[in-house]
């Protein structure tokens, strides 16, 4: 049975919003993404420098997580986005039951992140990694955390759009979606990598 199309066009930009006015989604969820990115640099400023006294700490507190979990939650978390991407290209072109399937898989994928991400978690802490062990895993605990509660609200964001579809409500999640894919990105490698 093919697809029923409904119109769901391009929302004309937002007037008012400077350059914020053409970026795809809602404005003020780039005014969101931005300020959280700022959080994110801080973050890895602070990281960054507490690093330099205590490299030696942070080098040995690395040697304890495991690459290649973070490695799987990296797969998976960009194959979640490129799933929101194909989500906001299936719903340009009016194909909404195709783009809540993409949603659903995005979905189901940033789920799948967040298991291995509560595994990892569990086996730091029945090692007693806790976040008071050093100034790494405290760090390791913050900053991983904060990304998580980022992945658990653009899960919530996916599931609302998927319910509430709209152009502008699919794009506006991906918008958030890559945010959480880029700060993992970032993340991946300065927790589980760098030496």
């Known amino acids: 049975m093919p697809q029923r ?29 931005l300020s959280e990115m700022v959080v994110f640099a801080a973050f890895f400023g602070l990281f960054a420098w507490l690093r330099i006294g205590e490299r030696e700490v942070f080098d040995a507190s690395r040697q304890l997580l495991d690459p290649v979990a973070g490695g799987i939650n990296t797969l998976v978390l960009l194959t979640s986005g490129l799933f929101a991407a194909l989500a906001v290209q299936a719903i340009s072109a009016g194909r909404i039951r195709r783009c809540r399937q993409w949603l659903a898989g995005a979905f189901a994928l940033g789920v799948a992140f967040c298991v291995v991400k509560v595994m990892e978690y569990a086996d730091k802490l029945g090692a007693g990694l806790v976040p008071e062990t050093n100034t790494f895993f405290t ?20 599931a609302l759009v998927a319910w509430r579809i709209s152009h502008d409500n699919v794009e506006t999640a991906a918008a958030f979606w890559h945010m959480v894919d880029l700060i993992w990105i970032l993340l991946y490698p300065v927790i589980y990598l760098l030496r």
Do not use: C, D, Q
């Open 5 to 33: 199309k409904e119109a769901y066009p391009r929302p004309v930009p937002n007037p008012g919003w400077g350059p914020l006015s053409t970026l795809p989604g809602n404005p003020l969820m780039w005014v969101l993404i």
């Open 139 to 158: 760090f390791y605990y913050l900053l991983t955390g904060f990304h998580f509660a980022h992945v658990l609200f653009g899960l919530g964001l996916i």
